[in-house]
């Protein structure tokens, strides 16, 4: 019988590396995506995962950090510790997020100051067509899952319109927050921007804290990420396992509830104090209180925004084709 030629090998050796570059350049960049999404308030970085085909990976291997993962690790069994957690994957994956989070949080300030509308339109026609595209997974639309959608998109717009509460910056609350905001951010629909906004610390964590790495307030918030992020993904997995169809049905209906607070035409409420004047935190911001929500008459901006929803639809759209060609 013949033998392989060395060359054959060699091209064989050089196609699987190529492959794992691409692999590891692509959970980058989702990572990055999820990033950038959790930076915005609206926008939930669980969608991006769930829309890019992470999302379910994300969370059998954050629940794989357990008891076990945890005596493999202190026994320095390092390679199969690695292989339970899935580690390069988480590796790669939270690099770009933290990165995107770290260098992306003034470009976004930026963009969301000087053109609010056509970005909020982008990310309405990404979640628009993520609501499509992710309900068509769900395997029978009946009953249970209609429900389910009605109650996980009445939830999103309960959350919309919820009235923020005053900045605090104690240890605890930061904690709560971190544990609050990372559950939402890992969860398609709701966004943890968003809920840090409600909570009151938006400006103080995400703006300030990021922007010149405060630790004293990044320490806390990241403390009660880490224990929501393990301890809300295996509440997620058990669920995608048990109850895989009623899942999706509640994720497509918080993303589509979502919506209303992607709509690019509002403008923020800020609270009042007795005498009529604006409500300031500590670091002399106003505070939120709502949104105001229009729908524009006809001009160049409501052109443009509505091609700009048209290039997030068809973002989505050649992701999905992308994704269904390798399946």
Known sequence: MKRPSRTFKKSNQQNANVSTIKSVAGFFLKGAGMGAANVIPGVSGGTIALIT???ERLIHALKSLDLEAIRLFFRFRWRAFAEKIDFVFLLVLFSGIGISIITIAKLLKFLFEAYPVYVWSFFFGLIL????FVGKKVPQWKA???????????????ITFAKPAVENDSFYYLVICGIVAVCSMILPGISGSFILLLMGNYELVMIQAVSNFNLTILFPVVLGGIFGLIAFSHFLSWL???FPGQTLASLTGFMFGSLLLLWPWKEMVYRLTARG?????????PVPESYRFWFPEW???LLIGLLCMAAGFMLILLLETKASKKE
């Open 277 to 285: 004047e604006p409500l300031l935190n500590r670091g002399g911001e």
């Open 240 to 242: 995608f396992k048990k």
């Open 53 to 55: 085909g992470i999302f």
């Open 129 to 132: 067509a993520s609501v499509y």
């Open 299 to 301: 001009s160049s901006e």
């Open 144 to 158: 249970t899952p209609i429900v389910l959608f009605i109650l996980g998109a009445a939830l999103a717009i309960f």
